[in-house]
T-cell receptor, first 109, second 116 residues
C-alpha cells in the first residue's frame, strides 16, 4: 500500500481557501486517492475521491497532477465548522484503508 | 442520504465479559469493515467481510474477535472476553464495491467501548 505524507497541522481563517497537499510517491496504477474528514468522537466522513486530473463536488476539489505522486484537497471559503482532521488515503488492491495521522485543520474567526 | 448506523453509541462492560457491537450498513452495500481508534491516535483497520466471509484481518483481530452478518441487515463485531486495552472507539464501515474498484467506504458514528 502506498504511504502518504501530509502536514500534521494547518491554521486558516474563516472565508479563506485551504489547500492541503498529500504526497504518495509510491502510488500504484490501480490506486485511487480518497480524502476523509473526521470530527472528534465521530466516524471519518468521505469528502472526495479521484484517480487523476481534477474532481469537484459540492464540498471540495481534488487536484491530482499527471504523475499522481501527490494530490491537493482544496476547501473553498472555510468556516469554523471545517475545523477537523483531514486524511489522505490511497487504496486500490485491498479493501482495507490505511489511515495516517492526518492534517489537523484549525479554522480561526 | 443513506448512512451507516451503529449501536450502542456507548458500552460499558467488565473485563472478561463478552460484548457485541452492532452495525447496520448501507442497504445496497456488500462489503463491510470494522476499524478502531484509540483516543488521539490513528484509525486502525480490524477486518473486512464479504459474502459471509472474512476477506482480510489485521494483527489486532485475534481469536478474541469475531464478525458475523446474522441477518440481511446487521453486521456485528463480537469480543469474546474483553480486556482493558479493548477500551476504544469502534467504527463500522461499508462500501458498495470492493477492492480494486476505487470503493468508497462510509463510516458509522462509532461505538465507544469502556472495559472496567
Amino acid at each position: 500500500l502506498a504511504k502518504t505524507t501530509q502536514p500534521i497541522s494547518m491554521d486558516s481563517y474563516e472565508g479563506q481557501e485551504v489547500n492541503i497537499t498529500c504526497s504518495h510517491n509510491n502510488i500504484a496504477t490501480n490506486d485511487y486517492i480518497t480524502w476523509y474528514q473526521q470530527f472528534p468522537s465521530q466516524g471519518p466522513r468521505f469528502i472526495i475521491q479521484g484517480y487523476k486530473t481534477k474532481v469537484t463536488n459540492e464540498v471540495a476539489s481534488l487536484f491530482i497532477p499527471a504523475d499522481r505522486k501527490s494530490s491537493t484537497l482544496s476547501l473553498p471559503r472555510v468556516s469554523l465548522s471545517d475545523t477537523a482532521v483531514y486524511y489522505c488515503l490511497v487504496s486500490g488492491n485491498t479493501g482495507k484503508l490505511i489511515f495516517g495521522q492526518g492534517t489537523t485543520l484549525q479554522v480561526k474567526p | 442520504e443513506p448512512e451507516v448506523t451503529q449501536t450502542p453509541s456507548h458500552q460499558v462492560t467488565q473485563m472478561g465479559q463478552e460484548v457485541i457491537l452492532r452495525c447496520v450498513p448501507i442497504s445496497n452495500h456488500l462489503y463491510f469493515y470494522w476499524y478502531r481508534q484509540i483516543l488521539g491516535q490513528k484509525v486502525e483497520f480490524l477486518v473486512s467481510f464479504y459474502n459471509n466471509e472474512i476477506s482480510e484481518k489485521s494483527e489486532i483481530f485475534d481469536d478474541q474477535f469475531s464478525v458475523e452478518r446474522p441477518d440481511g441487515s446487521n453486521f456485528t463485531l463480537k469480543i469474546r472476553s474483553t480486556k482493558l486495552e479493548d477500551s476504544t472507539m469502534y467504527f463500522c464501515a461499508s462500501s458498495e464495491y470492493g477492492q480494486g474498484q476505487g470503493e468508497t467506504q462510509y463510516f458509522g458514528p462509532g461505538t465507544r467501548l469502556l472495559v472496567l
